[in-house]
């Protein structure tokens, strides 16, 4: 049989309304993130990868808001900005 490249969508996944946060500033905490988001609506949960050996900033993290249309709002304008120094993706 051929290989051919079919994808099956799964219908049963949902967008989400986490973001991931990467390249997230050395010093960055919780709050840093939570007030730059806050403007886009509610959110549920902000994680911010941490070293279990000192406890610094890991570079990257998670928001998750109440709604995907929050959540793809601040992704469309949040991508690029700079936040505590550092340019978030």
Do not use: W
């Not at 988001?37 to 109440?66: A, H, P, W």
Request: charged share 25%; aromatic share 8%.
């Amino acid at each position: 049989m051929e290989n051919s490249n079919i994808v099956v969508m799964d219908h049963s996944v949902k967008p989400s309304q986490t973001l991931f946060l990467g390249d997230l500033s050395r010093l960055c905490d919780e709050k840093d993130v939570m007030d730059a988001f806050k403007q886009f609506g509610e959110i549920v949960n902000v994680r911010i990868m941490r070293s279990k050996k000192d406890g610094q900033c890991l570079g990257y993290g998670f928001i998750s808001f109440t709604s995907l249309y929050q959540a793809i709002r601040a992704k469309e304008e949040m991508n690029g900005k700079v936040l505590v120094g550092r340019q978030l993706r």
